[in-house]
């Protein structure tokens, strides 16, 4: 058993997942969140989960695709652990990805599928494979006679994240979290945790609030929100048997698999700050998208449109810094499922590590 007590504020994706790890390493944990923990309206609650090591090195750099290929390997061991407890299984699936584009978007794909041979790692060529119509249609039958070909992205998955957050919650209270449930965090110090109600002790300080902890950045690198928007549906009319992506001039666009004939379309991405509801514009963007993938899903039922704020640094990568005494793990940006595992796996051991040589040293602004 460990003595060490964490206090970890905000329990998102990056705080909940954490929180785990160090229960069940043996510590003490008091996990603090302003809002209810079923709340749909974070970053966590809202992301379409795809895990894309290969298709997101388009758009981020090889520190995100390290990460990301690291907790690929984590997850399905993650996902059976948490399933040890006894609570609901979390639907997780590692079929690969597909990506497509219209005949008059060929172009985009071709330039996708040349950056991505430019930004991968030789030993990843071999996971890229060209499919034509005939090999497109054999992987994901309902495609079959919609596209000329495409792409296979080997060995990437998808997750559904609101089975894995309220599975994480159950094993935190059955493992002897303690959860301040609605209590906002005024601020997160060395040793102490800072609500309205008062300040709570504790041995090590985790800030883990996202945007919520965007005062915390310093002007050399601030934490900014970035909008994003998804759609979720439910189609008895068309079978996907994994995410597919499909190419644009202007937007790329997934539509994710869920269990109970779902499918997530995501997601917009907006240089705002807007919490706001979806936009006409975003819900026209996501449903046409849909629509134009599969005819049948014009009849698709729309059940949820949601939108929220990605926690982002100005270079896109996620960080775990060490500030005031305050561990800070934040920017996850469009990528926190992607990397998750390996990002709360190294900081889980940071804080451990430093437990048991029982090192008071911090070092501030250490960045990794
Ligand atoms: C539309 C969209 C699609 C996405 N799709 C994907 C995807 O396909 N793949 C992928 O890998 N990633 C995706 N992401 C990104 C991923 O969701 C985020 O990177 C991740 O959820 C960030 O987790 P977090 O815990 O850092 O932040 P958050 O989810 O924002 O959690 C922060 C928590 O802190 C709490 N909090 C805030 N302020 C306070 C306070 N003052 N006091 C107490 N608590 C506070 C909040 O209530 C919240 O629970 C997507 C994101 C969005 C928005």
Redesign the pocket.
């Known amino acids: 058993m460990n003595s060490l007590h964490i206090g970890i504020?905000?329990?998102?994706?990056?705080?909940r997942t954490l929180a785990w790890r160090l229960l069940r390493a043996g510590c003490r944990v008091s996990l603090?969140?302003?809002?209810p923990r079923g709340?749909l309206d974070?970053?966590?609650m809202?992301?379409?989960?795809?895990?894309s090591p290969l298709a997101e090195l388009a758009v981020s750099d090889e520190a995100v695709f390290a990460l990301g290929q690291r907790s690929m390997q984590l997850w399905p061991r993650w996902i059976a652990e948490l399933a040890e407890g006894g609570g609901e299984p979390v639907y997780f699936r590692q079929e690969g990805t597909l990506v497509v584009a219209h005949a008059p978007d060929q172009a985009s794909l071709a330039h996708f599928t040349r950056l991505l041979h430019h930004k991968l790692p030789d030993a990843c060529r071999a996971q890229v494979h060209n499919l034509d119509a005939a090999g497109l249609a054999q992987r994901e039958p309902a495609l079959a006679g919609r596209f000329g070909g495409g792409l296979f992205l080997e060995g990437e998955g998808q997750l559904a994240n609101d089975q894995w957050m309220a599975a994480l919650a159950g094993e935190i209270d059955r493992l002897g979290g303690q959860w301040h449930e609605g209590?906002?965090?005024d601020r997160v110090e060395q040793g102490r945790i800072v609500c309205a109600g008062g300040a709570h002790a504790v041995d090590v300080a985790v800030d883990?609030?996202?945007?919520?902890?965007k005062a915390q950045w310093p002007a050399g690198n601030p934490l900014r929100g970035v909008r994003?928007?998804?759609l979720r549906v439910e189609c008895y009319g068309v079978t996907l048997l994994r995410p597919v992506r499909l190419m644009h001039p202007r937007y790329q666009l997934y539509v994710a698999p869920r269990p109970g004939h779902q499918f997530v379309v995501?997601?917009t991405e907006l240089e705002s700050e807007d919490t706001g509801p979806v936009t006409l514009r975003s819900m026209l963007e996501l449903g046409s998208a849909l629509h134009s993938l599969h005819p049948a899903f014009g009849e698709a039922r729309v059940l949820r449109l949601s939108a929220?704020?990605?926690?982002a640094l100005d270079d896109h990568r996620p960080a775990i810094v060490l500030r005031g005494g305050v561990w800070h793990i934040?920017g996850?940006?469009?990528?926190?499922?992607?990397c998750a595992p390996a990002l709360v796996d190294e900081l889980a051991h940071k804080l451990l590590a430093a437990d048991s040589q029982e090192d008071s040293h911090h070092d501030d602004d250490n960045e990794s």
Do not use: I, K, W
């Open positions: 504020a905000g329990a998102g994706l990056a705080g603090f969140d302003s809002r709340a974070t970053a966590s809202t992301a379409a989960a795809m895990l209590q906002a965090v883990a609030r996202g945007v919520g902890s994003g928007e998804v995501g997601a929220a704020l990605r926690p934040n996850l940006y469009r990528h926190g499922y992607l």
